[in-house]
């Protein structure tokens, strides 16, 4: 039967897909009536807070109809910050034309210099980005963290 978490994606990812999101994760915290259900989606662009309330609703009715979360709990349908961690390539590809700061590791695990760069593109093995006018690829085992710049 699956974790409530499992079982609250099972039903959140259709109704994300229809509305165009990307259902990126779901949490189930707590336990009787202080539970929380955090559904995170996002899609390349980003996502408007229209689009979360709009999911929000037909989430929260259809979960009422199933009732995979035993007693109260509070539903929350967010987007991720831009001061989260980008992992890989669905990640970047989101976020393709922003900047972003990449920390990356030697294969000997040895620090290398940060990069501030436009992401070009997401590939297979590398995200593509432009540092000063130029093509960089990296690897994204190379990466030890990565998050968009700020826009202030």
């Not at 189930?28 to 709009?54: F, H, M, P, S, W």
């Not at 890989?88 to 030697?106: C, T």
């Amino acid at each position: 039967m699956g974790t409530r978490a499992d079982q609250v994606a099972a039903v959140a990812a259709p109704l994300a897909g229809e509305a165009d999101l990307e259902l990126v994760e779901v949490e189930v915290k707590g336990q009787g009536g202080r539970q929380l259900v955090r559904v995170t989606v996002d899609r390349k662009g980003g996502v408007a807070i229209e689009q979360c309330q709009a999911l929000s609703r037909e989430l929260s009715a259809r979960l009422d109809e199933i009732d995979p979360i035993p007693g109260r709990f509070t539903l929350e349908v967010t987007s991720p910050g831009i001061d989260r961690p980008l992992t890989d390539r669905e990640e970047f590809d989101r976020i393709a034309g922003i900047e972003v700061v990449v920390d990356r590791a030697a294969a000997d695990g040895a620090p290398m210099a940060p990069l501030r760069g436009t992401v070009i593109a997401a590939e297979e093995d590398v995200v593509v980005l432009d540092v000063d006018g130029r093509r960089m690829p990296v690897a994204y085992d190379q990466i030890a963290k990565a998050t968009q710049v700020l826009p202030w």
